[in-house]
C-alpha cells in the first residue's frame, strides 16, 4: 500500500553466520617449532605504554596498578618490562644495622655502595677475632705488665712512706702506729713496749695529757692518711687505665686503619669505626675475654641459647638487610604474603624468664627493604585482605622512609622497652596488580590512593582478529607452549585454540589474551595428546581438553536440563500460547556458564496505565531488570492510542523463578508475551527469545547469547528437533556469535534456525505468524496487523476506563454531616 513502510522479515541466519573458523592452512607453518618467539604483550599497546611511562617517570607518586581481568598475564607482563628496566640501572646501596654506642636503643642505619655490605659484616666479623689476639698480646707483654707493677708499686711506696714518716715521728713522742686485722691504729708506749689501759690510767695525770694530746695529733693525721690512700688508689687506676689505653690504641690502630682504608670515602662508616675503636678501648678487657660486657651479659647468652647471634661480642656485629651480593641492577621483589611486617620489617623478639628482650641483629628487612631502589610487585587483593598492611605501605610512600617497628608499637597497644631503629631513605617503585572494582574503589574512596598509584595499567582481554595478529598470535602460542614445555602444537590445533579464545570472549572478531588461562588450556591439550601417544599436539586434543573442562564444570547445567525434561520446570518447545513466551538467562557458576531458559507470561486487564514486575515487587528483580520492564511502557505509550491515557493494568512475570533475576536481556521477550497478550494473538513457543529494547521498538544486544542459544537447543535437542525450533537474537549480536558444532550442524541440516532481528515488529512477525502493520499515510495500522489489534484493545480499555469514570460521577451524591 502507497504510503506504508514494509517492515523486513527477520533475519535467518546460515551456518557460516554462526561460527567464524580459521583456516590452518592460511597459517603458514607446521608446526610451531617451526615459529620464533613471539611478544606476550600482543594486543597490549595501551598497557605497555603505560608500563614505560610509569617506571621511567621520576617523580612521587608515579606508582602503577595493573588492573585487567583475571588470568590476563598481568604479573608476567609487569614483570618482564621491570627486569628490563633494572637490568639497565645501577645497583642499590646495601643497607646495615649497627651498635649506636652513644644511643644503644637506636640503632645506626650505614649505607655502603652495592655489594659490600656483607663484605663489610664479614671484615667486622675478622676485625673482632683480630682485636681479640692483639689486645690479649698487648696486655700480656713484659713491657705492660713491668709498667702496671711500677705504677702498683709506687702507690705502695707512697703509702708506706706516709705511713712510715707518721710512725717515726709518732716514736719520738712515745706513741706507736701498729696495723691490726681492723686497720691502722696509734697506742701509747712506755719503755718502748705498748702502754695497756690499766697502765695507762695509772700514769700521772701531766704525763698522762701529755700521752693523750699526743695520741689525738697522730690519730688525726692518720686519718688524713687513710682518707688520701682511696684518692692515691684511683690516681694509680687513672695511670693504669691511661697505660692500657695507649697500650691498646698503640696495638689496634693497625688492624682498624687497615679496615678504615678499604672503606676510604665513606665517612658514614668511617665514623662508625672511629667509635668502635673508642669502645674498644674502653672495654678492652671484655675484648680480651671475648665476653660480653658485664651488664649485657644476659642478653649475650640469651641470645646466643636462642641460636640468634653465634658471634661474641655482637655489638660489633653488623645487621645487613639485603646484601647485594651477585645483584646486577635493581631489585625487582614479588611479595606473595604482604603482611604489615612482611613490608615493613620486623623487630624480633626473644623471651627470657618472661621477659622479652631484643638486639639490634634481631632487626629483620622487609620486602621494602629488600625492593629500596628498585620495584616491589604486589598482589593488590592479598595486600587490601592483610590488617594495617595498606596503611603501612601509603605511610612508608608518603614518607619515603623506612621505620622498623612491630604491629604492636604502631597501633600503640604495647609499651615494652624496645628499639628504634633509625629510619632508612625509600625510593621504590610499587606496582599494585589485581581486578579492575578494586581499581575504582580504591580512586574512589581513598584519596591517598590517587596522591600514591597515578599510573594506571589496563590490560585488555582480547584483540582484534585480523590476518596480521592470527600470525602473531600463532607466535605467542608458540612461546606459551615453550614456556611450559609441552609437545609442539599443529596449525590445526592453533586454529582451534584461536577459534575457543573467541567463543571465550564471545566476539568472532577477537582473539583471547587471558595468557594464563591460554597456558592452560596448552597443558590440558599436551596431557590428552601424550594419552593417545601423538608427538605432537592436534585439533582433536585441543578439543578434548575443553570437552573435559566443560564436562568436568557442567553438573549443574546437566541437572538444569535433566528437569526441563523430566517436567519440573515448564518450558513449552511446540503449540503457540497467547501472553507466553519463552526467555532466556544465563548462569555462572565457577567461571561456567550456561543458559536457563524460562517461561515468560503477561495478564492484561483494565487498570491504570501500569506494567507491574512481579520479580520486582517481591524483591526478586534487580535495578536493571526494574528499568527494562519500565521501558515497556514508554513503548507502549509512544506507539499506541497516542491521544488517549494507557488505562491497562499489566503483570509480567518469570515463572518458577527462586532466585534474583538482574539485566534487561529479557525485556523484548516480555515485550512480546505483553503484546500477544494486548493482541490476544498466540505466540510460537517453539522459537525462544532473548534482547533487549529501547522504547523505540529497536532491539538491542545482550550477553551470553552464546551460551544462550545452546541452552535452548539443547532443550529441544532432548524432546525431538522438528525443524520449528529456534532462537531469535538481536542483529547486532550476530558478530558474537561462535557456537558449539552440533548446533552449527543442526542448522546446516534445517532443524534448527537463529534468527536476527533490528526491531520489535520482525520479531512480532516471526513469534505470531501475523504481520506486524506499519502506519499508513492517514497514521492507522492495517486492520488484521498485530499492531492494529493492540491498538484496538489498549482503546477499547480507555472508553471503558472513560465510561466507568462518566458512571461514577453520575453517581456521586452529596456527603452528609461528619460525625466526629
Same mark, same amino acid.
Given at each position: 500500500?502507497?504510503?506504508?513502510?514494509?517492515?523486513?522479515?527477520?533475519?535467518?541466519?546460515?551456518?557460516?553466520?554462526?561460527?567464524?573458523?580459521?583456516?590452518?592452512?592460511?597459517?603458514?607453518?607446521?608446526?610451531?617449532?617451526?615459529?620464533? $618467539?613471539?611478544?606476550?604483550?600482543?594486543?597490549?599497546?595501551?598497557?605497555?605504554?603505560?608500563?614505560?611511562? +610509569?617506571?621511567?617517570?621520576?617523580?612521587?607518586?608515579?606508582?602503577?596498578?595493573?588492573?585487567?581481568?583475571?588470568?590476563?598475564?598481568?604479573?608476567?607482563?609487569?614483570?618482564?618490562?621491570?627486569?628490563?628496566?633494572?637490568?639497565?640501572?645501577?645497583?642499590?646501596?646495601?643497607?646495615?644495622?649497627?651498635?649506636? %654506642?652513644?644511643?644503644?636503643?637506636?640503632?645506626?642505619?650505614?649505607?655502603?655502595?652495592?655489594?659490600?655490605?656483607?663484605?663489610?659484616?664479614?671484615?667486622?666479623?675478622?676485625?673482632?677475632?683480630?682485636?681479640?689476639?692483639? @689486645?690479649?698480646?698487648?696486655?700480656?707483654?713484659?713491657?705492660?705488665?713491668?709498667?702496671?707493677?711500677?705504677?702498683?708499686?709506687?702507690?705502695?711506696?707512697?703509702?708506706?712512706?706516709?705511713?712510715?714518716?707518721?710512725?717515726?715521728?709518732?716514736?719520738?713522742?712515745?706513741?706507736?702506729?701498729?696495723?691490726?686485722?681492723?686497720?691502722?691504729?696509734?697506742?701509747?708506749?712506755?719503755? +718502748?713496749?705498748?702502754?695497756?689501759?690499766?697502765?695507762?690510767?695509772?700514769?700521772?695525770?701531766?704525763?698522762?695529757?701529755?700521752?693523750?694530746?699526743?695520741?689525738?695529733?697522730?690519730?688525726?693525721?692518720?686519718?688524713?692518711?687513710?682518707?688520701?690512700?682511696?684518692?692515691?688508689?684511683?690516681?694509680?687506676?687513672?695511670?693504669?687505665?691511661?697505660?692500657?689505653?695507649?697500650?691498646?690504641?698503640?696495638?689496634?690502630?693497625?688492624?682498624?686503619?687497615?679496615?678504615?682504608?678499604?672503606?676510604?670515602?665513606?665517612?658514614?662508616?668511617?665514623?662508625?669505626?672511629?667509635?668502635?675503636?673508642?669502645?674498644?678501648?674502653?672495654?678492652?678487657?671484655?675484648?680480651?675475654?671475648?665476653?660480653?660486657?658485664?651488664?649485657?651479659?644476659?642478653?649475650?647468652?640469651?641470645?646466643?641459647?636462642?641460636?640468634?647471634?653465634?658471634?661474641?661480642?655482637?655489638?660489633?656485629?653488623?645487621?645487613?638487610?639485603?646484601?647485594?651480593?651477585?645483584?646486577?641492577?635493581?631489585?625487582?621483589? !614479588?611479595?606473595?604474603?604482604?603482611?604489615?611486617?612482611?613490608?615493613?620489617? &620486623?623487630?624480633?623478639?626473644?623471651?627470657?624468664?618472661?621477659?622479652?628482650?631484643?638486639?639490634?641483629?634481631?632487626?629483620?628487612?622487609?620486602?621494602?627493604?629488600?625492593?629500596?631502589?628498585?620495584?616491589?610487585?604486589?598482589?593488590? /587483593?592479598?595486600?587490601?585482605?592483610?590488617?594495617?598492611?595498606?596503611?603501612?605501605?601509603?605511610?612508608?610512600?608518603?614518607?619515603?622512609?623506612? /621505620?622498623?617497628?612491630?604491629?604492636?608499637?604502631?597501633?600503640?597497644?604495647?609499651?615494652?622497652?624496645?628499639?628504634?631503629?633509625?629510619?632508612?631513605?625509600?625510593?621504590?617503585?610499587?606496582?599494585?596488580?589485581?581486578?579492575?572494582?578494586?581499581?575504582?574503589?580504591?580512586?574512589?574512596?581513598?584519596?591517598?590512593?590517587?596522591?600514591?598509584?597515578?599510573?594506571?595499567?589496563? %590490560?585488555?582481554?582480547?584483540?582484534?582478529?585480523?590476518?596480521?595478529?592470527?600470525?602473531?598470535?600463532?607466535?605467542?602460542?608458540?612461546?606459551?607452549?615453550?614456556?611450559?614445555?609441552?609437545?609442539?602444537?599443529?596449525?590445526?590445533?592453533?586454529? #582451534?585454540?584461536?577459534?575457543?579464545?573467541?567463543?571465550?570472549?564471545?566476539?568472532?572478531?577477537?582473539?583471547?589474551?587471558?595468557?594464563? *588461562?591460554?597456558? $592452560?588450556?596448552?597443558?590440558?591439550?599436551?596431557?590428552?595428546?601424550?594419552?593417545?601417544?601423538?608427538? @605432537?599436539?592436534?585439533?582433536?586434543?585441543?578439543? &578434548?581438553?575443553?570437552?573435559?573442562?566443560?564436562? *568436568?564444570?557442567?553438573?549443574?547445567?546437566?541437572?538444569?536440563?535433566?528437569?526441563?525434561? #523430566?517436567?519440573?520446570?515448564?518450558?513449552?518447545?511446540?503449540?503457540?500460547?497467547?501472553?507466553?513466551?519463552?526467555?532466556?538467562?544465563?548462569?555462572?557458576?565457577?567461571? %561456567?556458564?550456561?543458559?536457563?531458559?524460562?517461561?515468560?507470561?503477561?495478564?492484561?486487564?483494565?487498570?491504570?496505565?501500569? @506494567?507491574?514486575?512481579?520479580?520486582?515487587?517481591?524483591?526478586?528483580?534487580?535495578?536493571?531488570?526494574?528499568?527494562? @520492564?519500565?521501558?515497556?511502557?514508554?513503548?507502549?505509550?509512544?506507539?499506541?492510542?497516542?491521544?488517549?491515557?494507557?488505562?491497562?493494568?499489566?503483570?509480567?512475570?518469570?515463572?518458577?523463578?527462586?532466585?534474583?533475576?538482574?539485566?534487561?536481556?529479557?525485556?523484548?521477550?516480555?515485550?512480546?508475551?505483553?503484546?500477544?497478550?494486548?493482541? $490476544?494473538?498466540?505466540?510460537?513457543?517453539?522459537?525462544?527469545?532473548?534482547?533487549?529494547?529501547?522504547?523505540?521498538?529497536?532491539?538491542?544486544?545482550?550477553?551470553?547469547?552464546?551460551?544462550?542459544?545452546?541452552?535452548?537447543?539443547?532443550?529441544?535437542?532432548?524432546?525431538?528437533?522438528?525443524?520449528?525450533?529456534?532462537?531469535?537474537?538481536?542483529?547486532?549480536?550476530?558478530?558474537?556469535?561462535?557456537?558449539?558444532?552440533?548446533?552449527?550442524?543442526?542448522?546446516?541440516?534445517?532443524?534448527?534456525?537463529? !534468527?536476527?532481528?533490528?526491531?520489535?515488529?520482525?520479531?512480532?512477525?516471526?513469534?505470531?505468524?501475523?504481520?506486524?502493520?506499519?502506519?499508513?499515510?492517514?497514521?492507522?495500522?492495517?486492520?488484521?496487523?498485530?499492531?492494529?489489534?493492540?491498538?484496538?484493545?489498549?482503546?477499547?480499555?480507555?472508553?471503558?476506563?472513560?465510561?466507568?469514570?462518566?458512571?461514577?460521577?453520575?453517581?456521586?451524591?452529596?456527603?452528609?454531616?461528619?460525625?466526629?
Amino acid at each position: 500500500m502507497v504510503g506504508r513502510k514494509e517492515i523486513a522479515p527477520a533475519e535467518r541466519l546460515t551456518p557460516d553466520q554462526l561460527y567464524r573458523r580459521c583456516d590452518p592452512a592460511t597459517l603458514g607453518f607446521r608446526t610451531t617449532e617451526d615459529l620464533p $618467539d613471539g611478544p606476550i604483550t600482543l594486543g597490549q599497546d595501551r598497557a605497555v605504554s603505560a608500563i614505560q611511562f +610509569g617506571i621511567r617517570i621520576r617523580h612521587d607518586g608515579y606508582n602503577l596498578f595493573a588492573l585487567g581481568p583475571t588470568g590476563a598475564g598481568k604479573h608476567a607482563m609487569v614483570r618482564q618490562y621491570l627486569e628490563q628496566q633494572a637490568g639497565s640501572e645501577a645497583a642499590p646501596p646495601d643497607w646495615c644495622y649497627v651498635y649506636n %654506642f652513644e644511643e644503644p636503643h637506636r640503632p645506626r642505619a650505614l649505607s655502603l655502595p652495592a655489594g659490600r655490605g656483607s663484605r663489610f659484616r664479614d671484615d667486622m666479623t675478622r676485625l673482632v677475632d683480630e682485636l681479640q689476639t692483639v @689486645v690479649r698480646a698487648a696486655l700480656e707483654t713484659d713491657e705492660y705488665r713491668k709498667r702496671h707493677e711500677q705504677i702498683d708499686q709506687e702507690f705502695n711506696e707512697r703509702r708506706q712512706a706516709a705511713l712510715a714518716d707518721l710512725g717515726k715521728r709518732s716514736g719520738e713522742r712515745n706513741v706507736a702506729l701498729i696495723h691490726t686485722p681492723a686497720g691502722f691504729g696509734v697506742v701509747p708506749l712506755h719503755d +718502748g713496749e705498748p702502754l695497756e689501759p690499766d697502765a695507762f690510767a695509772q700514769l700521772p695525770d701531766e704525763e698522762r695529757q701529755a700521752v693523750k694530746a699526743a695520741l689525738e695529733e697522730f690519730e688525726g693525721e692518720l686519718e688524713k692518711i687513710l682518707h688520701q690512700v682511696p684518692q692515691w688508689r684511683r690516681e694509680s687506676r687513672e695511670k693504669e687505665r691511661a697505660l692500657k689505653r695507649a697500650v691498646i690504641s698503640a696495638a689496634v690502630d693497625a688492624p682498624l686503619d687497615d679496615l678504615a682504608k678499604q672503606y676510604d670515602g665513606l665517612p658514614d662508616v668511617q665514623a662508625y669505626l672511629a667509635a668502635v675503636k673508642a669502645d674498644v678501648i674502653e672495654h678492652a678487657d671484655d675484648v680480651r675475654r671475648g665476653t660480653a660486657r658485664e651488664d649485657e651479659g644476659l642478653l649475650e647468652a640469651l641470645i646466643a641459647r636462642a641460636s640468634v647471634i653465634a658471634q661474641p661480642l655482637s655489638r660489633y656485629q653488623v645487621n645487613v638487610l639485603d646484601g647485594r651480593s651477585g645483584l646486577h641492577g635493581a631489585p625487582v621483589v !614479588y611479595e606473595d604474603k604482604p603482611t604489615f611486617q612482611n613490608l615493613v620489617g &620486623r623487630i624480633e623478639h626473644v623471651a627470657q624468664m618472661g621477659t622479652l628482650v631484643t638486639h639490634f641483629t634481631l632487626i629483620k628487612p622487609g620486602a621494602l627493604h629488600r625492593a629500596n631502589g628498585g620495584y616491589l610487585i604486589l598482589d593488590a /587483593r592479598r595486600l587490601l585482605l592483610e590488617p594495617f598492611a595498606w596503611e603501612g605501605l601509603k605511610r612508608a610512600l608518603r614518607a619515603r622512609a623506612l /621505620r622498623v617497628e612491630s604491629l604492636g608499637e604502631a597501633l600503640s597497644l604495647v609499651s615494652t622497652v624496645s628499639l628504634d631503629p633509625e629510619p632508612i631513605p625509600l625510593t621504590v617503585k610499587v606496582v599494585l596488580i589485581g581486578e579492575p572494582l578494586l581499581y575504582y574503589l580504591l580512586h574512589q574512596l581513598d584519596p591517598d590512593f590517587r596522591e600514591l598509584f597515578k599510573v594506571a595499567v589496563d %590490560f585488555e582481554s582480547s584483540t582484534d582478529r585480523a590476518a596480521d595478529q592470527t600470525a602473531s598470535y600463532a607466535r605467542l602460542i608458540a612461546t606459551l607452549g615453550r614456556k611450559a614445555a609441552v609437545r609442539p602444537f599443529s596449525a590445526a590445533a592453533v586454529a #582451534r585454540v584461536l577459534e575457543h579464545g573467541a567463543r571465550v570472549v564471545g566476539d568472532a572478531g577477537k582473539m583471547w589474551l587471558a595468557l594464563d *588461562r591460554l597456558a $592452560d588450556l596448552l597443558k590440558e591439550a599436551d596431557h590428552w595428546a601424550g594419552t593417545a601417544g601423538r608427538s @605432537v599436539v592436534e585439533a582433536a586434543d585441543v578439543q &578434548r581438553a575443553i570437552d573435559a573442562w566443560i564436562h *568436568r564444570s557442567s553438573r549443574p547445567r546437566e541437572r538444569l536440563q535433566e528437569e526441563i525434561a #523430566r517436567g519440573t520446570l515448564a518450558i513449552s518447545t511446540t503449540g503457540s500460547v497467547v501472553g507466553q513466551v519463552n526467555g532466556l538467562s544465563v548462569v555462572e557458576l565457577g567461571g %561456567f556458564a550456561f543458559a536457563r531458559p524460562s517461561r515468560i507470561t503477561a495478564r492484561v486487564r483494565l487498570g491504570s496505565g501500569t @506494567v507491574v514486575d512481579i520479580e520486582r515487587e517481591v524483591e526478586l528483580g534487580g535495578p536493571i531488570h526494574s528499568k527494562g @520492564v519500565l521501558i515497556l511502557s514508554g513503548f507502549l505509550a509512544g506507539r499506541y492510542v497516542p491521544d488517549q491515557p494507557l488505562s491497562l493494568s499489566a503483570s509480567l512475570v518469570f515463572e518458577q523463578s527462586y532466585g534474583g533475576v538482574e539485566g534487561d536481556s529479557a525485556s523484548s521477550a516480555e515485550l512480546f508475551a505483553l503484546l500477544s497478550a494486548l493482541a $490476544d494473538l498466540p505466540v510460537k513457543q517453539s522459537i525462544a527469545v532473548t534482547g533487549s529494547v529501547n522504547q523505540r521498538g529497536e532491539i538491542q544486544a545482550i550477553g551470553g547469547v552464546n551460551e544462550k542459544i545452546e541452552g535452548f537447543f539443547d532443550v529441544c535437542r532432548a524432546r525431538g528437533l522438528t525443524g520449528n525450533e529456534g532462537v531469535l537474537i538481536p542483529a547486532a549480536n550476530k558478530r558474537h556469535l561462535m557456537l558449539r558444532a552440533d548446533v552449527v550442524e543442526a542448522v546446516a541440516a534445517g532443524t534448527f534456525h537463529v !534468527y536476527a532481528i533490528d526491531t520489535v515488529d520482525q520479531g512480532l512477525q516471526l513469534l505470531t505468524g501475523v504481520p506486524a502493520g506499519g502506519r499508513d499515510v492517514t497514521g492507522q495500522f492495517p486492520s488484521g496487523t498485530v499492531n492494529c489489534l493492540v491498538e484496538q484493545r489498549l482503546a477499547a480499555l480507555a472508553r471503558q476506563a472513560q465510561a466507568f469514570k462518566v458512571s461514577g460521577e453520575e453517581g456521586v451524591t452529596a456527603p452528609g454531616p461528619r460525625r466526629v
